[in-house]
């Protein structure tokens, strides 16, 4: 009932500031918590921002909040923004998943798009970085052979082949690894504990798809496919 009556006609003021930020044409992604994400055509978007809206309230995302005693009605936030390709995306755990120590982050990340991280379907490089961007481990690279590819025109995804010769090469760069510490510190800054989100490369320009907090103890992350 309470997802039923989310103010999301188009007259409300709500909807009226949601068109206005939202791309106006074209595919967009809207992504919100628990790494919740729809494609829709830019005419859809209200559609969307409400169907991963109440993500929020299904038992998995609020039987957590009532048994923590946190706020029962967060603060919503849905990401929108026009479809592009990532070239890497992954996932970004904020402290070292061992000791829980700040000051360190650990990498995992594929070719294409997230999808073949969470389905396991694409292997994926593992990097342990400090909050400045340099690798206090060597880095795990694997043979990276298969991808998750976004067909812009449907918004479809499509599995695809990494060619040989790149197959064992880094997926990040020592700019990118850049780019995820200083993110990795200010999402910890921002929850005030360990937190881990999904980025993904696109253009050179890093996005971070979800993020939320973790409580204790760490789970392991999906594995890498390989």
């Given amino acids: 009932e309470l997802v039923d009556s989310m103010p999301l006609s188009p007259e409300s003021p709500v909807a009226a500031e949601i068109l206005e930020r939202a ?19 830019a005419g859809r978007v209200l559609e969307a921002v409400k169907e991963v809206w109440s993500v929020l309230w299904t038992p998995a995302a609020y039987g957590p909040r009532k048994r923590a005693r946190e706020a ?23 402290r070292d998943p061992a000791t829980r120590a700040r000051g360190r982050a650990e990498v995992s990340a594929v ?32 043979d990276k052979r298969q991808t998750r590819e976004l067909e812009l025109s449907t918004g ?7 060619p040989p010769g790149l197959s064992l090469t880094r997926a990040l760069t020592s700019e990118q690894l850049t780019a995820l510490a200083k993110a990795a ?29 973790l409580r204790d103890p760490l789970p392991p992350l999906p594995s890498s496919g390989r």
């Fill in 23 to 41: 791309p106006k044409s074209g595919l967009v992604a809207a992504t919100g918590a628990f790494g919740t994400r729809r494609v829709v055509p």
């Fill in 72 to 94: 029962l009605a967060p603060t919503a936030w849905v990401e929108l923004r026009a479809l592009s390709r990532s070239e890497v995306s992954g996932v970004l755990v904020t």
């Fill in 111 to 142: 070719l294409g798009e997230i999808e073949g991280f969470l389905e396991g379907s694409a292997a994926a490089d593992r990097y342990v970085i400090d909050w400045r961007g340099r690798e206090v481990l060597p880095a795990a690279v694997a």
């Fill in 156 to 162: 479809e995804l499509k599995s695809g082949l990494v």
């Fill in 185 to 213: 510190r200010a999402l910890d800054d921002h929850f005030g504990r360990a937190a881990q989100a999904e980025f993904a490369f696109s253009g050179g320009r890093l996005t971070i798809l979800s993020a939320q907090p």
